[in-house]
T-cell receptor
Framework: DTAVSQTPKYLVTQMGNDKSIKCEQN?????MYWYKQDSKKFLKIMFS???????INETVPNRFSPKSPDKAHLNLHINSLELGDSAVYFC??????????????FGEGSWLTVV | DQQVKQNSPSLSVQEGRISILNCDYT??????FLWYKKYPAEGPTFLIS?????DKNEDGRFTVFLNKSAKHLSLHIVPSQPGDSAVYFC???????????FGKGTRLHILP
């Protein structure tokens, strides 16, 4: 069983559309994350939730809205998609807050292409 | 503003030899450092970490060295194996913080 699973793995969509990427972890972790890896290969944190509570919102446009219905799920909804949103989006989770001593487990990534 | 820098985008090493991946950081507040390994079409996986109170941490074939005065860390893999071919991300954080800052990664090729 995949520990952190995200869907879809590949998504091609037109500018202006609204799309969602879903993420689920079956590790019993309290903390979940969304990371973005852009065309320059930088892997940057976007959001972090701990027990369904938002704890990191890293200067991301408000077209991006994370939703955590329960602590095992953290979905990412993107409104009015732009070309610059094309990237690989990684969901991740860890036992609790704070990277020190808490291994972060990543999903396989969702390749989003906006055309 | 790159706080974590991996200046070598790629590195090729003969199988059986030592691979050394380097990483520099600019923020002196960082006190915990991590290395992640990533295969194509997969998410990064945790490899090894080191706290700033140490200068070396070893786990099997992998050793991370930290030089705080130089704000430099390195990952040594010995002996290098074909399965080590991957992208390696250096990352840093402050112990009480929730954010990990990643470098751009170094692609390691292990040559037969």
């Amino acid at each position: 069983d995949t520990a952190v699973s995200q869907t879809p793995k590949y998504l091609v969509t037109q500018m202006g559309n609204d799309k969602s990427i879903k993420c689920e972890q079956n590790l019993g972790h309290d903390t979940m994350y969304w990371y973005k890896q852009d065309s320059k290969k930088f892997l940057k944190i976007m959001f972090s939730y701990n027990n369904k509570e938002l704890i990191i919102n890293e200067t991301v446009p408000n077209r991006f809205s994370p939703k955590s219905p329960d602590k095992a799920h953290l979905n990412l909804h993107i409104n009015s998609l732009e070309l610059g949103d094309s990237a690989v989006y990684f969901c991740a989770s860890s036992q609790s807050r704070g990277p020190s001593g808490n291994t972060i487990y990543f999903g396989e990534g969702s390749w989003l292409t906006v055309v | 503003d790159q706080q974590v820098k991996q200046n070598s985008p790629s590195l090729s090493v003969q199988e059986g030899r030592i691979s050394i991946l380097n990483c520099d950081y600019t923020n002196s507040m960082f006190d915990y450092f991590l290395w992640y390994k990533k295969y194509p079409a997969e998410g990064p996986t945790f490899l090894i970490s080191i706290s700033s109170i140490k200068d070396k941490n070893e786990d099997g074939r992998f050793t991370v060295f930290l030089n705080k005065s130089a704000k430099h860390l390195s990952l040594h893999i010995v002996p290098s194996q074909p399965g080590d071919s991957a992208v390696y991300f250096c990352a840093a954080t402050m112990n009480r913080d929730d954010k990990i800052i990643f470098g751009k990664g170094t692609r390691l090729h292990i040559l037969p």
